[in-house]
């Protein structure tokens, strides 16, 4: 999928990385899950920008 819609598409890499951020949240492995949060995070700030709630959420998860 990465070969077909690049790295930062929004539902197919950015959905992926915070639906793995809470596995890894709920597996005890925080350092993977602040790891796959902040990609899912950089992507919705770049193509939703900092208003938009799934930015805000992720922000809120980060701790920003």
Known sequence: LLAV???EHLHVVAASCQNIAVVCLKQGKRAQAI???TKAYG???KVLGPDHPSTRQLK???GK
């Open 5 to 7: 819609y690049g790295q």
């Open 35 to 37: 790891e796959m949060a």
């Open 43 to 45: 992507i919705n700030l």
């Open 60 to 62: 809120s998860f980060l």
